[in-house]
């Protein structure tokens, strides 16, 4: 009879588990589907076009070569630390983004992109949009695997997975 009760408490604890897992990426801390939906993401970006925009130009006037912003707090990471984002608008801009699906935005000079991410998943893949800085260099993110012109110019629709571009690069550079 003891050994019955034990059984069914394991079973409880795994089933639990297993449904707390499954709530997290639910959630929107991570997705346990294997591909993002373009049409979606799409639809998230065309709605928040002006506020993407928006944060578009105050992110170029910055100094930084990187830096990101990863929630909607009214700050940004660069050089080390958080810094107050001091326009209001833009500001309210990232708010407005994050309720329409942005988990997180990334200037990178190198890359040439100012990149929104509007989807992840648990396997190590993001998609999003990303701003052409100089429209006569590519962009990329890191880990990009697919991109294609959006209806507006200079911006691109993104994936970025991680397991195929190893795969990928490694095949690329003749390793096995």
């Excluded at 578009?56 to 080390?80: K, P, R, T």
């Excluded at 052409?132 to 990009?144: E, F, R």
Aim: aromatic letters at 16%; charged letters at 25%.
């Amino acid at each position: 009879m003891m050994l019955k009760s034990k059984t069914k408490l394991i079973v409880s604890i795994i089933l639990s588990v297993c449904l707390a897992m499954f709530s997290w990426g639910c959630a929107g801390f991570g997705s346990f589907s294997s591909t993002p939906n373009k049409e979606k993401i799409i639809k998230s970006f065309t709605a928040c076009y002006d506020d993407c925009v928006a944060i578009v130009e105050y992110m170029a006037s910055l100094e930084y070569e990187h830096c990101f912003i990863n929630d909607d707090n009214g700050q940004y990471f660069g050089e080390f630390e958080y810094i107050t984002i001091s326009d209001r608008e833009v500001s309210a801009a990232i708010k407005r983004l994050w309720k329409k699906g942005c988990h997180h935005v990334r200037k990178d000079i190198s890359d040439n992109s100012i990149s929104f991410e509007f989807w992840y998943s648990v396997f190590e893949m993001d998609a999003g949009v990303l701003y052409q800085i100089d429209p006569s260099s590519d962009s990329s993110v890191q880990y990009m695997t697919q991109i294609e012109e959006t209806d507006n110019e200079g911006w691109y629709y993104y994936v970025a997975d991680y397991n195929l571009w190893r795969i990928q690069n490694k095949q690329e550079n003749g390793e096995q």
